[in-house]
T-cell receptor
Framework: GDSVTQMEGPVTLSEEAFLTINCTYTATGYPSLFWYVQYPGEGLQLLLK?????DKGSNKGFEATYRKETTSFHLEKGSVQVSDSAVYFCALSRTRGYNKLIFGAGTRLAVHP | DTEVTQTPKHLVMGMTNKKSLKCEQH?????MYWYKQKAKKPPELMFV???????INESVPSRFSPECPNSSLLNLHLHALQPEDSALYLC?????????????FGQGTRLTVV
């Protein structure tokens, strides 16, 4: 079945460091791919998305490119801030049947001043 | 307006209580969802409503009873819950239930069963 694998956290960085969170997926067809962010005590916010191969999603300095050949959708940011501390979920939406989001396990990011 | 609003934000209930969670969206979306999220875990789908009809029940126990009174509202009725049902309950919506598109989530209701 469809699945998403994320790198395990926590990831701890100093402010202004470069961030990469790896995400790979297994799916039939051509799913859409998403990164969601969850700040402490809150719901999920859509951070960025890509709907087809080679699409690059970007938002708030974060980027991810849909790589069909490596089935990956890695999240990157050039310079993280303390306010980026949160849990990041990679997800895909199924291409068959009803629209069910399949989430990775989540990666906790902690950014220190 | 890209908001999904959930009430209450926090809820504590006893195992013999009956309570309801409420969700509202005004984006004109025709699909609405309930997800359950345990601590340090990703969300798990519970129910899918499409055009106000229940389309999918992911084998959820009958002590959870969803209801969709109209295209903007989604409720989750709770009865005789167990402590292990304590979790963050997230409502979400999307334009339709059949396209592989993103869902927009509410802030969630943090439920504690005592």
């Amino acid at each position: 079945g469809d699945s998403v694998t994320q790198m395990e956290g926590p990831v701890t960085l100093s402010e202004e460091a470069f961030l990469t969170i790896n995400c790979t997926y297994t799916a039939t067809g051509y799913p859409s791919l998403f990164w969601y962010v969850q700040y402490p005590g809150e719901g999920l916010q859509l951070l960025l998305k890509a709907t087809k191969a080679d699409d690059k999603g970007s938002n708030k300095g974060f980027e991810a490119t849909y790589r069909k050949e490596t089935t990956s959708f890695h999240l990157e940011k050039g310079s993280v801030q303390v306010s980026d501390s949160a849990v990041y979920f990679c997800a895909l939406s199924r291409t068959r049947g009803y629209n069910k989001l399949i989430f990775g396990a989540g990666t906790r990011l902690a950014v220190h001043p | 307006d890209t908001e999904v609003t959930q009430t209450p934000k926090h809820l504590v209930m006893g195992m013999t209580n009956k309570k309801s969670l409420k969700c509202e969206q005004h984006m004109g979306h025709r699909a609405m969802y309930w997800y359950k999220q345990k601590a340090k875990k990703p969300p798990e789908l519970m129910f899918v409503y499409s055009y106000e009809k229940l389309s999918i029940n992911e084998s959820v126990p009958s002590r959870f009873s969803p209801e969709c009174p109209n295209s903007s509202l989604l409720n989750l009725h709770l009865h005789a819950l167990q402590p292990e049902d304590s979790a963050l309950y997230l409502c979400a919506s999307s334009p339709t239930a059949t396209e592989n598109t993103e869902a927009f989530f509410g802030q969630g209701t943090r439920l504690t069963v005592v």
